[in-house]
């Protein structure tokens, strides 16, 4: 089974976003927004979220060459860089009534504002396989604003929006951040500025007792990259990141970090920030600022042997050895160690120690009820390689998974798929979860288990009825699950049923039907 792993920058967001002019005509795809903010000074990155184009619950990476941003003012047409393009997913907050969050699908388009601008609106039109976008305003200004943090990185599968552990949430100036001294931290500022460009910088100054600090920085592009596996290919999408040089003269404790954003020779303000300056050599001398920290737990209330998805915020966390994690499930004294089934930790080439970590792990049949759940790191003593407990409620009954719609997948649906499947070729390697000579079947659902073994599809026809195998499931994204059509099904209508297996009694099965052509 194939997951597409993304990262979620859960950001204190410290400005707003515009409404973008629409054009008279509908295009075939649109600006929906500049992010983070639709104001901006020559040399920034900013980002458009792009509605129309590939994306969805299985997005595909599109290529920047594909792109043109066009900037135009006083009747000038400037060109602007297209840096990077990656597919986002974003969730409006719950609704009063407690309905589910709304999920949008964007491309993202980043792109370098050019120079030869000056203060005033400006007009954007973005430019796609030589089609064109409606028009979007773009405000230019002489000092940049206030850039946007963002705090730890959350990793997801699939996009799927994590629950905050309790007090993972930010509040004030405090992000929860922990920069190791003498390291190479990564930073999410928002907007970044073009590295090429000399006038332009993100500047940041540590202070701590009274004395100050200014740190090494840079804005680097991180290519998009595709990594091949035994049954899978892994995209890498493109990022510009940046890195900070933690001074290693800071002592351990609290400090104060200025970052201020410089562009086309401008500063503007600064954005302060309190952080925690750690030293993993010593982590005895404060074990709780070096402990892993449960960012994210989801679902946090499941059915008995079903999975439960757990972001760590930092691998540094988990070192020197990170397959050695345990996870514990813990209820009044009692506790056991959860089959911790996939470690991103693991998998990632090049992930670095500030890097979030992701976690499946299965829960059983030996604590039910309201319970807690905790990582911890062996290697280290209880207190630095404890996190704090998580609430989490397993039920006695298995949970079904919600249902959104079934239907033979699209070529959109396949798109991932069939890239895989020739990067494999091309690799002289064979892929199993595509045969272009097959039809597949799309599944929208949410509170599907990650793991195939786990999940029963059952189809029937005239009749007949065909139990799919693990091996036919194949592409997982968070809120899709394409799966291998039966050969001998014939056009017509098809019974489907889903039901997560978990241990003991099946959940209840979810039933559908849709027309095969």
Same mark, same amino acid.
């Given at each position: 089974?194939?997951?597409?792993?993304?990262?979620?920058?859960?950001?204190?967001?410290?400005?707003?976003?515009?409404?973008?002019?629409?054009?008279?005509?509908?295009?075939?795809?649109?600006?929906?927004?500049?992010?983070?903010?639709?104001?901006?000074?020559?040399?920034?990155?900013?980002?458009?979220?792009?509605?129309?184009?590939?994306?969805?619950?299985?997005?595909?990476?599109?290529?920047?060459?594909?792109?043109?941003?066009?900037?135009?003012?006083?009747?000038?047409?400037?060109?602007?860089?297209?840096?990077?393009?990656?597919?986002?997913?974003?969730?409006?907050?719950?609704?009063?009534?407690?309905?589910?969050?709304?999920?949008?699908?964007?491309?993202?388009?980043?792109?370098?504002?050019?120079?030869?601008?000056?203060?005033?609106?400006?007009?954007?039109?973005?430019?796609?396989?030589?089609?064109?976008?409606?028009?979007?305003?773009?405000?230019?200004?002489?000092?940049?604003?206030?850039?946007?943090?963002?705090?730890?990185?959350?990793?997801?599968?699939?996009?799927?929006?994590?629950?905050?552990?309790?007090?993972? %949430?930010? *509040? /004030?100036?405090?992000?929860?951040?922990? +920069?190791?001294?003498?390291?190479?931290?990564? @930073?999410?500022? #928002? =907007?970044?500025?073009?590295?090429?460009?000399?006038?332009?910088?993100?500047?940041?100054?540590?202070?701590?007792?009274?004395?100050?600090?200014?740190?090494?920085?840079?804005?680097?592009?991180?290519?998009?990259?595709?990594?091949?596996?035994?049954?899978?290919?892994?995209?890498?999408?493109?990022?510009?990141?940046?890195?900070?040089?933690?001074?290693?003269?800071?002592?351990?404790?609290?400090?104060?970090?200025?970052?201020?954003?410089?562009?086309?020779?401008?500063?503007?303000?600064?954005?302060?920030?309190?952080?925690?300056?750690?030293?993993?050599?010593?982590?005895?001398?404060?074990?709780?600022?070096?402990?892993?920290?449960?960012?994210?737990?989801?679902? %946090?209330? *499941? /059915?008995?042997?079903?999975?439960?998805? +757990?972001?760590?915020?930092?691998?540094?966390? @988990?070192?020197? #050895? =990170?397959?050695?994690?345990?996870?514990?499930?813990?209820?009044?004294?009692?506790?056991?160690?959860?089959?911790?089934?996939?470690?991103?930790?693991?998998?990632?080439?090049?992930?670095?120690?500030?890097?979030?970590?992701?976690?499946?792990?299965?829960?059983?049949?030996?604590?039910?009820?309201?319970?807690?759940?905790?990582?911890?790191?062996?290697?280290?003593?209880?207190?630095?390689?404890?996190?704090?407990?998580?609430?989490?409620?397993?039920?006695?009954?298995?949970?079904?998974?919600?249902?959104?719609?079934?239907?033979?997948?699209?070529?959109?649906?396949?798109?991932?798929?069939?890239?895989?499947?020739?990067?494999?070729?091309?690799?002289?390697?064979?892929?199993?979860?595509?045969?272009?000579?097959?039809?597949? +079947?799309?599944?929208?659902?949410?509170?599907?288990?990650?793991?195939?073994?786990?999940?029963?599809?059952?189809?029937?026809?005239?009749?007949?009825?065909?139990?799919?195998?693990?091996?036919?499931?194949?592409?997982?994204?968070?809120?899709?699950?394409?799966?291998?059509?039966?050969?001998?099904?014939?056009?017509?209508?098809?019974?489907?049923?889903?039901?997560?297996?978990?241990?003991?009694?099946?959940?209840?099965?979810?039933?559908?039907?849709?027309?095969?052509?």
């Amino acid at each position: 089974m194939n997951y597409v792993v993304r990262l979620i920058a859960i950001g204190a967001l410290l400005l707003g976003t515009s409404p973008l002019a629409r054009s008279q005509d509908a295009p075939p795809f649109r600006i929906d927004s500049i992010k983070p903010h639709d104001k901006a000074v020559p040399g920034q990155i900013m980002g458009l979220h792009v509605e129309g184009l590939q994306g969805g619950p299985s997005p595909v990476m599109l290529p920047v060459e594909d792109f043109k941003v066009e900037v135009v003012q006083d009747g000038i047409t400037l060109d602007a860089k297209v840096r990077t393009v990656t597919p986002v997913i974003t969730s409006r907050l719950r609704t009063p009534d407690g309905a589910e969050p709304q999920r949008q699908f964007y491309q993202n388009v980043r792109f370098v504002v050019p120079k030869g601008l000056h203060s005033g609106v400006a007009e954007l039109k973005l430019s796609y396989r030589n089609r064109w976008s409606n028009t979007a305003t773009l405000t230019i200004l002489d000092k940049p604003m206030l850039p946007t943090i963002g705090t730890t990185s959350v990793m997801t599968i699939g996009g799927i929006t994590p629950d905050r552990a309790p007090g993972a %949430k930010p *509040t /004030g100036k405090d992000l929860g951040l922990r +920069l190791e001294r003498g390291a190479t931290a990564r @930073l999410m500022v #928002d =907007p970044l500025v073009d590295p090429a460009d000399p006038s332009s910088a993100i500047l940041v100054r540590f202070k701590q007792g009274g004395t100050h600090y200014d740190a090494v920085t840079r804005v680097t592009n991180q290519p998009f990259n595709v990594v091949s596996r035994t049954r899978s290919v892994a995209f890498m999408p493109a990022r510009d990141e940046l890195e900070v040089d933690v001074p290693a003269a800071l002592a351990m404790g609290p400090a104060e970090v200025e970052i201020r954003v410089k562009a086309n020779g401008q500063t503007g303000d600064p954005v302060t920030l309190v952080v925690a300056i750690t030293d993993t050599t010593r982590s005895v001398e404060a074990p709780g600022k070096h402990a892993p920290r449960l960012f994210a737990v989801t679902p %946090k209330r *499941t /059915g008995a042997g079903q999975s439960i998805l +757990l972001s760590i915020d930092q691998l540094r966390a @988990l070192e020197p #050895d =990170p397959a050695k994690t345990i996870v514990f499930i813990e209820q009044d004294g009692a506790r056991y160690a959860a089959t911790v089934e996939r470690n991103s930790a693991l998998l990632r080439p090049g992930i670095t120690s500030d890097d979030p970590v992701l976690l499946t792990v299965r829960t059983s049949r030996q604590i039910v009820g309201k319970a807690q759940i905790r990582i911890f790191n062996p290697l280290r003593s209880e207190s630095a390689g404890s996190s704090e407990a998580v609430p989490i409620e397993i039920l006695e009954d298995v949970q079904p998974p919600e249902v959104l719609g079934v239907g033979e997948s699209t070529d959109a649906d396949l798109a991932p798929l069939r890239r895989m499947y020739e990067i494999q070729r091309q690799a002289g390697r064979e892929f199993p979860p595509y045969d272009p000579s097959r039809r597949y +079947l799309t599944v929208r659902a949410t509170g599907v288990d990650h793991n195939p073994r786990f999940v029963r599809i059952t189809l029937e026809q005239a009749g007949r009825s065909y139990t799919l195998a693990p091996t036919d499931f194949s592409h997982f994204s968070g809120e899709a699950v394409v799966v291998l059509l039966p050969t001998e099904l014939r056009p017509g209508t098809v019974s489907f049923s889903i039901q997560n297996l978990g241990t003991g009694t099946p959940s209840t099965p979810v039933l559908r039907e849709f027309q095969l052509k």
